[in-house]
């Protein structure tokens, strides 16, 4: 019996990676903005531009780190490579109304967009965050990672310039 568990968590687990591993582009789901203006995701696969998307909540304060120190060169990587990022909140529907006010405080301005209900963050395969992805020109999904510690937008930086030199 011992074996047949073992040999069953092993089956599960190597499923679990499989599918983890098995988003390659955004999915045809649609999200509404901040400002309720709904949007198909997959679009910002097919707008030719490398874009990234990080989850983030109100409540976590890594997640704010990072978009906050993004947005302070946010401008800078738009002119120098021509991307976009859009924000993907997973805020539950009671602590909805304090994203926009928080958002438009942090003068952010990238998209917006609300996954109230986790449908993208599920789709994707997003157990923590912060977790940031970055998509190639193509839509194709190239680099992810989960957490934040200060510098790390310089290491997406990096994967970023590799895309541009291809």
Request: net charge neutral; hydrophobic share 40%; with cysteine.
């Amino acid at each position: 019996m011992r074996k047949f568990n073992t040999l069953l968590c092993f089956l599960l687990l190597s499923i679990g990676i499989m599918a983890q591993n098995s988003v390659q582009t955004m999915p045809n789901l649609v999200l509404k903005d901040i400002n309720g203006k709904s949007k198909n995701l997959a679009e910002y696969s097919k707008n030719g531009k490398i874009t990234i998307v990080s989850f983030w909540a109100t409540w976590c304060a890594p997640c704010k780190k990072e978009l906050n120190s993004i947005n302070e060169i946010y401008d800078e990587w738009k002119t120098k490579y021509g991307l976009e990022l859009v924000a993907i909140c997973t805020d539950n529907a009671r602590n909805t109304p304090k994203v926009k006010p928080y958002v438009d405080g942090q003068g952010w301005e990238y998209d917006v967009m609300m996954d109230i209900n986790q449908d993208f963050q599920r789709a994707m395969n997003v157990v923590q965050i912060p977790h940031t992805f970055l998509l190639d020109q193509t839509g194709k999904i190239v680099y992810q990672h989960s957490g934040y510690v200060e510098g790390d937008e310089f290491m997406l930086e990096e994967k970023i310039k590799q895309l541009i030199t291809k």
